[in-house]
């Protein structure tokens, strides 16, 4: 499968070094960075955004399986094999078991998944909420977000939220297809 369509011929110095950082850090040559290239503005904001976004230091932000659970419910909620692809891959190295993910999946119900804290079942039914479109809260839904978590973490977690929403969209509207770094593909 291919994206709709092609990387450009030439591709500024620049944005190449970005590209040989993103591989240096994936292992991969990924697409959507190229692709970005057509418009190097794009390019470079994309890359700045991904290197600030929060990488699970529970003293910072977040820690890394709910990061992940978010990043992973994203990738599922807005139908992106790319990345549910990279977000889901090593998924064990954070803590998070398969049961988790069919929860995340909706084959089975949060409730059910024992494993799953308090906590992570309402980031995640909070990354669901700010997922939908129109983005629609409750009032007692949020006064539930914070008692269980802090300013700062709140923020953290809409913007690793949005992060993938915007990659997620990007990358499904130029066709990209998977890169590969899971051995199975996800019935999304």
């Known amino acids: 499968m291919k994206a709709y369509i092609e990387p450009p011929k030439k591709i500024p110095f620049y944005i190449k070094l970005g590209l040989f950082f993103a591989k240096r850090a994936t292992g ?57 692809d990279m977000n889901a891959h090593e998924f064990e190295n954070n803590g998070i078991t398969e049961e988790e993910l069919q929860g995340l999946s909706g084959v089975l119900d949060l409730d059910m998944i024992p494993s799953l804290s308090e906590r992570e079942k309402l980031a ?40 993938v929403n915007y990659w997620a969209r990007l990358i499904r509207a130029l066709g990209v297809p998977s890169a590969g770094f899971m051995d199975r593909e996800w019935q999304i």
């Open 124 to 163: 995640i039914q909070y990354t669901r909420l700010i997922t939908q479109t129109p983005v629609e809260i409750s009032e007692g839904f949020m006064n539930r977000i914070k008692a269980a978590f802090n300013e700062k973490e709140i923020v953290v977690m809409v913007t690793t939220a949005a992060q």
């Open 28 to 84: 991969k040559d990924l697409l959507p960075p190229r692709l970005l290239a057509w418009y190097p503005k794009a390019a470079i904001s994309s890359g700045v955004m991904e290197a600030l976004v929060a990488h699970g230091n529970p003293k910072k932000d977040l820690d890394a399986k709910t990061l992940q659970l978010i990043r992973v419910q994203v990738s599922i909620l807005t139908s992106c094999p790319f990345c549910v």
